[in-house]
């Protein structure tokens, strides 16, 4: 668990202090937040490191999981405007995960990175969009048009 971090109070908005980690001003927080927050869950960690670095450059605010019951167990506990997962990966894939959070009826949309080109038919439907592994740029303008951000 990580340490706690004083709140700071920064024209008149306090910001949580766990906020704080790692950003130069605390208001790059407040803005990845008004972009959108973000769950990655994939098993590759240099994949999910990447991926959380490019979309906090992108200015969202992202947390990561990786494995699928770290992920769903993340998305329980938080209010996700997207969800990025991987296919395959141990204990349960990307799409009976994605099933599980459609079920729930939350609201976030949930986009799919995979290499696997065999995905049933019936969990390719739980996702909003699908894209190939490497495709960042792509997965960039996605989030933008799911979630109406500039």
């Known amino acids: 668990m990580a340490p706690e971090m004083p709140a700071k109070e920064t024209k008149g908005v306090t910001t949580p202090g766990f906020l704080l980690k790692g950003a130069e001003n605390p208001e790059d ?3 990845r937040l008004r972009r959108g927050r973000l769950l990655c869950i994939d098993d590759d960690a240099r994949v999910l490191e990447s991926r959380r670095a490019l979309l906090e450059r992108a200015g969202y605010s992202v ?14 506990s938080g209010t996700f405007d997207a969800v990025i997962l991987d296919y395959r990966m141990p204990l349960m894939n990307g799409g009976v995960l994605a099933a599980c959070m459609r079920h729930l009826g939350r609201g976030s949309r949930l986009i799919l990175i995979s290499a696997s080109a065999d995905i049933p038919e019936g969990e390719a439907a739980c996702f909003d969009h699908i894209l190939p592994k490497g495709a960042s740029g792509t997965m960039l303008d996605v989030l933008s048009e799911l979630l109406k951000t500039p």
Do not use: H, I
């Open 29 to 31: 927080n407040l803005t």
């Open 63 to 76: 947390s990561t999981a990786a494995d699928p019951v770290d992920g769903f167990r993340l998305y329980l």
